[in-house]
């Protein structure tokens, strides 16, 4: 509630359109260049030695990452936004936009950066081993884990969102959820190892528990945007019809 607010003028309208954009633009240039570089780091200049990165384990690739992946889909996500800036409300570029935002980009980068910082308070070794120290900068892993949350918040708050129905916007959440669970069983199956520690760790019983509280957490976040959109909508509607009134009731005190 306290950041809706920071719609609002001093004198109680809201912030002008151009302003809006100006942030808006920001934050969609800062999460393309930012998602850009990390993904070209990590793909084409970071070397892990053999004993932290076995070649045994190198079936998938860097796209058996739930991390990398959100990394390609925030990138992909914030080029079509500058897309979205330079074209109409009503452009389909502007309702891509939204769909990728309510059922992807929010819900699955949110989802990227509470886990890993969930499981690194718990225990570090169940998500990015220590050993990783010294071999992967530390720059990095905000860039990848970190950045995402002020960026979607950002990009919640500046800019426009119409969200698309639940069971279309919730059913790719959803699809999007299950696919990785399905390759991340595909790569234990074919490569004999988990992706993450914390499933090496977990037993027959927790881990379907835990894959499920994921999925539960994905939806979760799904509906936080929804719900956080809808309020923020409305604060902005109220204000824009009482923005007549006051600018009204102050031309008469003038007269």
């Not at 109680?12 to 969609?28: F, K, R």
Request: charged share 15%; with cysteine.
């Amino acid at each position: 509630i306290c950041l809706i607010h920071f719609y609002k003028r001093k004198e109680g309208s809201l912030i002008g359109d151009q302003t809006m954009g100006v942030l808006s633009v920001l934050v969609h240039v800062c999460g393309f260049t930012s998602f850009a570089f990390a993904i070209y780091y990590d793909a084409y200049i970071l070397k892990l030695p053999e004993h932290i990165h076995p070649k045994s384990e190198s079936y998938g690739g860097l796209a058996k990452y739930l991390t990398f992946l959100n990394m390609c889909l925030q990138c992909i996500f914030f080029f079509v936004c500058l897309l979205a800036d330079m074209s109409t409300n009503n452009s389909v570029i502007k309702r891509v936009k939204d769909v990728m935002f309510a059922s992807a980009a929010f819900p699955i980068g949110i989802f990227v950066g509470v886990i890993f910082w969930g499981l690194w308070s718990i225990n570090r070794e169940l998500i990015f081993p220590a050993k990783l120290d010294g071999h992967f900068p530390v720059w990095l892993n905000h860039l990848m884990h970190t950045t995402v949350l002020p960026l979607q918040i950002g990009e919640l708050l500046f800019s426009s969102h119409k969200y698309p129905s639940r069971i279309v916007g919730g059913g790719i959440t959803a699809l999007l959820t299950l696919g990785y669970l399905v390759w991340i069983h595909v790569i234990y199956h074919y490569g004999g190892f988990w992706v993450y520690p914390v499933f090496r760790v977990l037993t027959p019983v927790t881990r379907p528990a835990f894959m499920a509280l994921c999925c539960s957490m994905g939806f979760a976040f799904y509906i936080l945007g929804e719900k956080l959109n809808s309020l923020i909508n409305k604060e902005v509607e109220v204000e824009a019809k009482q923005a007549p009134t006051k600018k009204s009731r102050k031309a008469k005190k003038d007269i």
